[in-house]
Every structure is written in structure tokens, then in C-alpha cells.
């Protein structure tokens, strides 16, 4: 009687899902940052990019668990 030939195990959840919320944190921040350093307010830039950069990150997050679901 033959073994069962092994099936390859499925991948697991993609690392750019996994730093997507995180980097769009920090990346987000200091864009923000920074165009608020150049129009007048630091503080409200570095706020409003960190929520921009959630945003995104939460996009690709979401993208990445789609493509997880996907793999067979």
C-alpha cells in the first residue's frame, strides 16, 4: 500500500497584513507631522496623519485577511 502523498501547508497570514495598521500609525504621524510643521500646526498635522494613516492601514489589513481567506 502507497503513503498518502503529503499536501503542502496552506501559508500563513501575509507579514504586510500584519504591519499594515502599525506602519500606517508611525508612516502616517510623521507625514503628518511634517506637513503640519510646514503649514503652521504640528500638532494637528501629526493627528491628522495618524488618523489618515490608521485608515489606510485598516484598508490593508483588510485586503490581506480577503487574500488569507482565499489561499487554499
Same mark, same amino acid.
Given at each position: 500500500?502507497?503513503?498518502?502523498?503529503?499536501?503542502?501547508?496552506?501559508?500563513?497570514?501575509?507579514?504586510?497584513?500584519?504591519?499594515?495598521?502599525?506602519? #500606517?500609525? /508611525?508612516? @502616517?504621524?510623521? +507625514? $503628518?507631522?511634517?506637513? *503640519? &510643521?510646514?503649514?503652521?500646526?504640528? %500638532? =494637528? #498635522?501629526? /493627528?491628522? @496623519?495618524?488618523? +489618515? $494613516?490608521?485608515?489606510? *492601514? &485598516?484598508?490593508?489589513?483588510?485586503? %490581506? =485577511?480577503?487574500?488569507?481567506?482565499?489561499?487554499?
Amino acid at each position: 500500500m502507497t503513503q498518502p502523498t503529503p499536501q503542502p501547508r496552506p501559508r500563513g497570514f501575509p507579514i504586510w497584513g500584519t504591519l499594515a495598521i502599525p506602519g #500606517g500609525l /508611525l508612516w @502616517g504621524t510623521a +507625514l $503628518g507631522a511634517l506637513a *503640519g &510643521l510646514l503649514f503652521g500646526s504640528l %500638532a =494637528i #498635522g501629526a /493627528l491628522i @496623519g495618524a488618523g +489618515l $494613516g490608521i485608515g489606510i *492601514g &485598516l484598508t490593508l489589513f483588510a485586503a %490581506a =485577511i480577503v487574500i488569507a481567506s482565499d489561499r487554499r
